[in-house]
């Protein structure tokens, strides 16, 4: 696999051109060293230090700081030379420029213009790699379509505080994402792929059931980022599959997960009560024809449960 040069990654000797990226093909090509730095051994510590960076907390700033777990994270997302990859928050380029090393094109998305000189460093020569300085969440399909163009896979170490209108962004919305791996918080990761039964069985387990296939990859301990951040995470793989609810109205199968997440201790009955104004005699019979106790909670049905309450007269009336 390509990544093989990245595995030293993040230690750097005395006089590297491209002191991010220490391969075999960059090590200390020409001989000068960045920043005028003299040391034995520079870390990505040392260059965003050495750059003026301030982190940003508030845009969930946690760096990757291990070049195998990045190699990890590129074999996981199953990108190939054939694949266009979008990556949401470019960071200081380090998962960029391995994803670049495997990928036909990258495209990263980074809200911090503070991070431009260093990007203009570490993904110097990298022809295709590009990054585009915008809030992701802010941009409309048609802005991303203009630029990307094409299918592509999502591949991102998440900023976790919107880690979930992140990928619902990309689940949700017409864009034509083949999938999403995705680095999140542990707690996250679970929710993400709970089945029904499950305690982290939520509206977002649902969300990602109804629009792919999703297994958490990789856990992932606090120590690999840096800052550290408070807790540990997983890699999730989302393979997009765009006909699981074909047919189906789609809209209302998530209105009714909604409305049955809402208040998770109501029963099922009473919050379509409130999110349909149907009487509960109606609610209780929409629940019955689908085969369901009127007693029972949203959390206990399954993606065809909400598929099958769907299809009722009284709800998509
Ligand atoms: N990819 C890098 C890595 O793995 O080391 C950085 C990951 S860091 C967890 C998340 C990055 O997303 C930060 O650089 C942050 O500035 C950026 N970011 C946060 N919110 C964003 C948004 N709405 N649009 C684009 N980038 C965003």
């Known amino acids: 696999m390509h990544c093989g040069r990245f595995r030293t990654l993040l230690r750097l000797p005395l006089a590297c051109t491209y002191p991010f990226f220490i391969g075999t093909e960059l090590a200390c090509a020409g001989g000068t060293n960045l920043y005028g730095l003299m040391s034995e051994d520079l870390d990505l510590k040392d260059i965003l230090k050495a750059s003026g960076f301030r982190f940003n907390k508030a845009l969930g700033q946690n760096f990757i700081t291990d070049g195998n777990l990045l190699c990890a994270i590129v074999a996981d997302s199953g990108v190939t030379s054939e694949d266009v990859v979008i990556e949401i928050g470019t960071g200081a380029g380090t998962l960029t420029r391995a994803l670049a090393a495997t990928a036909k094109r990258v495209i990263s998305f980074e809200v911090d213009k503070n991070l431009a000189p260093v990007l203009d460093l570490s993904l110097k020569g990298i022809e295709n790699a590009e990054v585009v300085f915008r809030d992701i969440l802010r941009m409309t399909d048609e802005e991303l379509t203009a630029i990307v163009g094409c299918p592509f896979k999502v591949v991102a170490n998440l900023p976790y505080y919107v880690t979930t209108p992140m990928i619902l962004r990309f689940l949700e919305s017409e864009l034509p994402s083949l999938s999403l791996t995705v680095m999140v918080q542990k707690e996250v990761a679970d929710r993400l792929v709970a ?67 809402a208040m998770r201790r109501k029963t099922l009955v009473n919050n379509l009560v409130v999110a349909f104004g149907v009487s509960k005699a109606e609610g209780t019979a929409i629940v019955e024809d689908v085969g369901l106790s009127p007693l029972v909670r949203g959390e206990a049905l399954s993606l065809s449960d909400f598929v099958a309450l769907s299809r009722s007269p009284l709800l998509c009336r």
Not at 199 to 206: A, E, M, T, V
Not at 216 to 235: E, H, L, N, Q, W
């Open 195 to 261: 089945n029904v039964g499950s305690p982290d069985y939520s509206s977002i387990s649902l969300a990602v059931q109804a629009a792919g296939n999703a297994r958490i990859t990789r856990a992932v301990g606090k120590k690999m980022f840096y800052p550290m951040p408070s807790v540990d995470s997983a890699v999730v793989r989302i393979d997009v599959d765009r006909n699981k609810l074909s047919g189906e109205n789609v809209a209302l199968v998530k209105k009714i997960i909604r409305a049955a997440f």
